[in-house]
T-cell receptor
């Protein structure tokens, strides 16, 4: 069963548009962690955010914001005023105690920002 | 500088020729793991290690071996590589433990392996 679902395989927007990447997860643990990573065309994996299950506060970092909603098991990521440099594949991941905190990855969303 | 170092970055080899991809971290992390990334399949865990001399299979362990003799190193061994192991490989380390302290995973730069 898919534990982390990123339903959007690819999204294409024009620069300066806002874009939201969806992430839905499944877990029976009460303690778990959620992550977002960015993989630019150069291939490395860049950590963006970690959120634990007890902290439902939304987070904003510059043009990036994250909306964590336990009621809908979602951890969505929004880029405001997108830029070409935001073009990348974005991964959502889950880490839960019952799986020895292994990272369980979504399939990724390829984001294309057109100039 | 905190980092995870993988070598080599690129490797082309022939079927059946044993190879090792090295991975080293300088953050004293307990948890290390190996992933492979294939188009359309995302990242899949091969093996992980929760501490020295403690390793366990991930989702796709067949054809791979690992060892964790020291905390900082976690090599990935392909005893007899086959073309279906052509992939992009990542090593990662983190502070995650059964004690519940979980940090983000730090990733190496990746190793692009081609088996012909």
């Amino acid at each position: 069963a898919q534990k982390v679902t990123q339903a959007q395989t690819e999204i294409s927007v024009v620069e300066k548009e806002d874009v939201t990447l969806d992430c839905v997860y499944e877990t029976r643990d009460t303690t778990y962690y959620l992550f977002w990573y960015k993989q630019p065309p150069s291939g490395e994996l860049v950590f963006l955010i970690r959120r634990n299950s007890f902290d439902e506060q939304n987070e904003i970092s510059g043009r990036y914001s994250w909306n964590f909603q336990k009621s809908t098991s979602s951890f969505n990521f929004t880029i405001t005023a997108s830029q070409v440099v935001d073009s990348a594949v974005y991964f959502c991941a889950l880490s839960e105690a019952r799986s020895n905190y292994q990272l369980i990855w979504g399939a990724g969303t390829k984001l294309i920002i057109k100039p | 500088e905190a980092q995870v170092t993988q070598n080599p970055r690129y490797l082309i080899t022939v079927t059946g020729k044993k190879l090792t991809v090295t991975c080293s971290q300088n953050m004293n992390h307990e948890y290390m793991s190996w992933y492979r990334q294939d188009p359309g399949l995302g990242l899949r865990q091969i093996y992980y290690s929760m501490n020295v001399e403690v390793t366990d299979k991930g989702d796709v362990p067949e054809g791979y071996k690992v060892s964790r003799k020291e905390k900082r190193n976690f090599p990935l061994i392909l005893e007899s590589p086959s073309p279906n192991q052509t992939s992009l490989y990542f090593c990662a380390s983190s502070l995650s433990s059964q004690g519940g302290q979980v940090t983000e995973a730090f990733f190496g730069q990746g190793t692009r392996l081609t088996v012909v």
